[in-house]
Each structure stands twice: as C-alpha cells, then as structure tokens.
T-cell receptor, first 113, second 115 residues
C-alpha cells in the first residue's frame, strides 16, 4: 500500500530536549517536504529536499535540522533552539518535476511540556 | 519572498448554498495553484488544481478560477453538503523542471456547512 508514513503520531518533549520525527515514503518520489501547521497560519515550509543528500531551508528553518540519506526517508529534528516547538508537523512528498501535487503523511503532533 | 493571502478565515453557509474562498499571490512567476481540503484530524488532500495556461477548471461541484493579471484565484463550491465542512488551503508554486516547485500555502479557511 503506497503512501507516506509519519511517526510518532503524538510526542511529548521536555524543554531543552531534541526530538526527531520520522517520515518514510514508498511512492518513489524525488522531493520531500516538512511543513508546520499552527492554527490560523496555514502550512509553513520548514525544509525541503529535491534529491538524496541535498536539502534547502524553507521559510521557518531556524531551530530545525533534517537529513536525506535515502530517497524514501526525510527525518526532521526539532532542536532545543526552536523557541516554540509545540505544533502539528506534516511531511509530504512529490514528483517535483511533474505535477507539483503534494502527498501528505498523517502528521505528528509535538507538545513541549 | 512569495506570499499567499487567503480569505475569509472562517465561512459558514447553509446546506445547498454556494461557498467561495479567495486567494491572492505575490510571485508573478507562479504557475501552479492547487487547493487542499483537510478534514478534522486528517491529512490535507488535493481536491482541485489549476495551471496558469487556463482561466477556469471544474470538477463536479467544485470549480477554480484564475486571474493572472490580478494575481488571484478562487475556489467555488456549489450545492454545499455537510461533508464539505473542513479547512481549505490554497497554495501557489513555480512548478516545472529547473524550478523548486515548493508550494506556498495560504492561511486556511474553515468552512462550516450547516444542515
């Protein structure tokens, strides 16, 4: 069954701790993206990657880091430098040279205690 | 950087009425304009999209119009049903070979269809 899998679905973190959100896709898509969703602010781009071993900052990259060692995987680390990390995080993928349509995972909700 | 503004932020209609959501974009090079629907607790899903070489596209009760001169596009839902209740996001990108293709989203519109 093709798609994008995010884990964990819910995550709690203490202040000062780093946390990594997993995103795996078996759609053979080239591009992968991380978005942050906050009420009333839409989806804001954190990082994106068009090919393996390459990624670019989005609009709100500060306090986040990513890696793209494999085509199917694009994990996001929320570091202690992120001042307001409590949010809903969405991973997505696309065939970037084609339609531009994004396929989203089900999201990970991070709460900082 | 590119910006997409979406209005209204909330919209309440009676079942059977029409709903219209409007978006404006800042980057004149944008050529791809999708609309996503996100039901409560679920992932956003593409419902319709339009490219810059056409002015209107329709799919059953849903239509999207594009005015490139004014840099705005709109989503029209006719004969609304309770299952249309969701958050709708517009987006814009400069899509195609050699471009980043990254989507910039609007702030979202919460549509409530009252039975």
């Amino acid at each position: 069954d093709g798609g994008i899998t995010q884990s964990p679905k819910y995550l709690f973190r203490k202040e000062g701790q780093n946390v990594t959100l997993s995103c795996e896709q078996n759609l053979n898509h080239d591009a992968m993206y991380w978005y942050r969703q906050d009420p009333g602010q839409g989806l804001r781009l954190i990082y994106y990657s068009q090919i393996v071993n390459d990624f670019q900052k989005g609009d709100i990259a500060e306090g986040y880091s990513v890696s793209r060692e494999k085509k199917e995987s694009f994990p996001l680390t929320v570091t202690s430098a992120q001042k307001n990390p409590t949010a809903f995080y969405l991973c997505a993928s696309s065939i970037w040279e084609n339609t531009g349509e994004l396929f989203f995972g089900e999201g990970s909700r991070l709460t900082v205690l | 950087g590119e910006n997409v503004e979406q209005h209204p932020s909330t919209l309440s209609v009676q079942e059977g009425d029409s709903a219209v959501i409007k978006c404006t974009y800042s980057d004149s090079a944008s050529n791809y304009f999708p609309w996503y629907k996100q039901e409560l607790g679920k992932r956003p899903q593409l419902i319709i999209d339009i490219r810059s070489n056409v002015g209107e596209k329709k799919d059953q009760r849903i239509a999207v119009t594009l005015n490139k001169t004014a840099k705005h596009f709109s989503l029209h839902i006719t004969e609304t049903q309770p299952e249309d209740s969701a958050v709708y996001f517009c987006a814009a990108s400069n899509s195609g070979p050699g471009n980043t293709g990254k989507l910039i989203f609007g702030q979202g519109t919460t549509l409530q269809v009252k039975p």
